[in-house]
C-alpha cells in the first residue's frame, strides 16, 4: 500500500527534496567516459560472447570469475575472490576524497538448450541437481559481466579523477543456488560484499527486450518479491477403480489448482499492486490405474506489499487444510526463503535520473509497468539505497529464460557501460566534500 503511494507521488514529481542539496554534475565526466566506453566496446562484445559460449550454472561460475578477477588485478582494483562460493568482489580507491559506491553484476546461467543459432551458441552441459543438463546464458547475465568489466576499464582509466570509492560486486547464482546450497546476493553479504568497505550506494542493470540502448525503471517497487512454495499431500493409495476405497489425492490436488486460482482477484484486491499465486509443478503417481498414497505440487507468490503478501498466504495454507480435511487427507504447505521487493529508492532514483538520460542519450523511460518477475538484487537494497534498471538490447525470439533469447544489438551494451560507470561518478561526485 505505501509502495504504490510512494510510486504515485514519483509519478507525480512529488519527490525530490533531496534532488536540491546535490551539487550538479551535469556533464562532469560524461567526455572522458563516451569516450572510453567508445574505446572498450570491441572488447565488451569479445567478451560477452567468449562468457555467453562459456556459460557456467550458479555457485559454479569459476571460469567466469576467473576472466573476471584476471581481468580486475590487472586494471589495479583490490579483488577478494571465492566470495559467496565463486563471488568476486573489487575494490577501486580514486585519487580524490569522497563516499563509497558499488555496482553490481550477476555471473550465472540457466539449465536451458540454447537455440539462437548464434555462431558462438553455447554447446555446454552439467551436472544439475543430479541431471546432466545443457547450459545457456538465457537471462543475459552474460552481457551483464561484459558490461561491468568495460566500466571497471573506463572507471580504471579515470581513476585520478575519481572522487570516493569503487567497489565491483560480481555475484553469482542469481537464479538460484543448486538444491541444498545456499548462494545469490543474500550469501554475498553474509560474506561481507557490502563491508569495508560499506557502499552508500548500490547500481545495478539487467538486460532485456527492447529498444536498444533504452534505459527503463520505476521509482520505488519494480520487481515483486517471490515466495516459493512446496504443497506436500498424503491420501490413501488405492485402484484406480475403486477411487471410494481410499483417499483420492490426484482430486485433491486439483481442488486445491481452483482454489488458488480463486484467491488473487476473488478474495485479494489485485489492483493496487500485483499479487500472482502459481502452481507450477504437480508430481503423483506411477501407474494409470493406481491413485498414489504422495503427491507434491510446487508453486510461486509474486508480490509487491507485505499485507497483501501475508494474506495470501494466510489463505493459501487455508486451503491446503481445508480441502484436505474434506477429503480426508493431509495437506502442508511449505515456504521457501523469501526474495524480497527489488524496490528504487525514491530520493536516489530522482537524482540520478539525469544521469541515466545522458548515459542513454535521452532515451529512458521511468514510468514502467511492474514486474512480476523477481530479482536478488533486492536484498542489497535492503541494506544501502539502490537502483535497479533494465537495458533494452532489441526484440530477440524469445524472452529472458527461452532458449531464444539474445542480446540482437550488441550497441545496446555500450550504453550499459556508459550507465553503470556515470552512475558511479555523478552519485560519488554528489558525496565529494566541497572545496
Ligand atoms: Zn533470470
Ligand atoms: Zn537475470
Redesign the pocket.
Known amino acids: 500500500m505505501a509502495g504504490a503511494a510512494m510510486a504515485l507521488a514519483a509519478a507525480l514529481g512529488a519527490l525530490s527534496p533531496a534532488l536540491a542539496q546535490v551539487p550538479s554534475t551535469e556533464g562532469t565526466f560524461d567526455a572522458a567516459v563516451f569516450a572510453a566506453a567508445a574505446k572498450v566496446q570491441p572488447k565488451v562484445v569479445a567478451w560477452r560472447r567468449d562468457i555467453h559460449e562459456h556459460p557456467e550454472l550458479g555457485n559454479r561460475e569459476v571460469r567466469t570469475a576467473k576472466l573476471v578477477a584476471d581481468h580486475l588485478r590487472k586494471l589495479g582494483f583490490e579483488v577478494r575472490t571465492g566470495v559467496a562460493k565463486t563471488g568476486v568482489v573489487a575494490v577501486l580507491k580514486g585519487g580524490k576524497p569522497g563516499g563509497v559506491v558499488a555496482l553490481r553484476a550477476?555471473m550465472d546461467a540457466l539449465p536451458v538448450a540454447e537455440q539462437t543459432g548464434m555462431p558462438f551458441a553455447s554447446k555446454v552441459k552439467t551436472e544439475y541437481n543430479g541431471q546432466t543438463v545443457p547450459v545457456m546464458h538465457a537471462?543475459?547475465?552474460d552481457a551483464?559481466v561484459a558490461i561491468l568489466m568495460g566500466a571497471a576499464e573506463v572507471l580504471a582509466g579515470m581513476r585520478d579523477q575519481i572522487p570516493g570509492t569503487v567497489v565491483l560486486l560480481f555475484q553469482p547464482a542469481?537464479?538460484g543456488p543448486p538444491a541444498g546450497e545456499t548462494g545469490g546476493a543474500w550469501l554475498m553479504i553474509q560474506d561481507g560484499a557490502l563491508t569495508n568497505p560499506k557502499p552508500d550506494a548500490v547500481f545495478g542493470l539487467?538486460v532485456a527486450p527492447g529498444q536498444p540502448g533504452r534505459l527503463a525503471w520505476r521509482p520505488g517497487p519494480m520487481m515483486a518479491a517471490d515466495d516459493s512454495y512446496q504443497i506436500t499431500l498424503k491420501g490413501r493409495q488405492t485402484h484406480g477403480a475403486n477411487p471410494w476405497a481410499g483417499i483420492d489425492i490426484i482430486s485433491m490436488s486439483a481442488d486445491i489448482v481452483q482454489a488458488f486460482n480463486q484467491i488473487a482477484a476473488r478474495q485479494i484486491k489485485v489492483t493496487i499492486t500485483p499479487t500472482i499465486l502459481t502452481i507450477s509443478t504437480i508430481h503423483g503417481g506411477l501407474r494409470y490405474n493406481i491413485i498414489p498414497e504422495d503427491l507434491t505440487m510446487t508453486g510461486t507468490l509474486r508480490s509487491f506489499d507485505q499485507t497483501l503478501r501475508k494474506e495470501v498466504m494466510a489463505r493459501a495454507e487455508k486451503a491446503v487444510a481445508s480441502i484436505s480435511d474434506r477429503y480426508g487427507g493431509s495437506g502442508e504447505i511449505a515456504w521457501g526463503l523469501p526474495n524480497p521487493v527489488t524496490s528504487n529508492d525514491l530520493a536516489l532514483t530522482a537524482r540520478m535520473k539525469p544521469t541515466l538520460a545522458r548515459a542513454a542519450r535521452g532515451d529512458i523511460r521511468d514510468d514502467i509497468e511492474y514486474i512480476t518477475g523477481a530479482?536478488d538484487f533486492a536484498f542489497y537494497q535492503q541494506q544501502v539505497p539502490g537502483l535497479f534498471y533494465d537495458l533494452g538490447i532489441g526484440f530477440p525470439p524469445g524472452v529472458?529464460h527461452s532458449p531464444m533469447f539474445n542480446v540482437m544489438d550488441e550497441s545496446a551494451l555500450e550504453v550499459g557501460v556508459r550507465a553503470q560507470a556515470l552512475t558511479a561518478l555523478d552519485f560519488l561526485q554528489g558525496t565529494a566534500p566541497a572545496r
Do not use: A, I
Request: aromatic share 0%; with cysteine; net charge negative.
Open positions: 550477476d537471462c543475459g547475465h551483464h542469481e537464479e539487467h530479482e529472458n
